[in-house]
């Protein structure tokens, strides 16, 4: 399967954004689907997860209750809705899958991997 995300810019803190996670070459309804985010200098690091089994999801602490990962079958598509959005939250976001898999909060679960779209927040 390949991975296109999309949806990142410049935003200001308080601000909204939805980034998108548009599967090719499979069915993502059959993938567990992650997000990851890597600030400069620092590692990449868990965002969200939305299992393929249960539909459930989990989050990181630092994101719990601002954003949301959703899977939109009818157009192979993972969101993740980011309110609330914090200079913190500035960092290049990647979607990943895993065929069949469990949700996973580390890089190391998934075996597929967008491109990567830079969010920008500004204080």
């Known amino acids: 399967v390949q991975l296109q995300a999309s949806g990142g810019g410049l935003v200001q803190a308080g601000d909204f954004v939805k980034l998108s996670c548009e599967a090719s070459?499979?069915?993502?309804?059959?993938?567990?689907s992650g997000w990851f985010r890597q600030a400069p200098g620092k590692e990449r690091e868990f965002v969200a997860a939305?299992?393929?089994?249960?539909?459930?999801?989990s989050y990181a602490d630092s994101v719990k209750g601002r954003f949301t990962i959703s899977r939109f079958s009818a157009k192979n598509t993972v969101w993740l809705q980011m309110n609330s959005l914090k200079p913190e939250d500035t960092a290049v976001y990647y979607c990943?899958?895993?065929?069949?898999?469990?949700?996973?909060?580390?890089?190391?679960?998934?075996?597929?991997w967008g491109q990567g779209t830079l969010v920008t927040v500004s204080s």
């Open positions: 990943a899958a895993r065929l069949y898999g469990e949700a996973s909060t580390t890089s190391s679960g998934y075996d597929y």
């Open positions: 070459g499979g069915i993502l309804s059959q993938y567990t």
């Open positions: 939305i299992s393929w089994r249960t539909g459930g999801t």
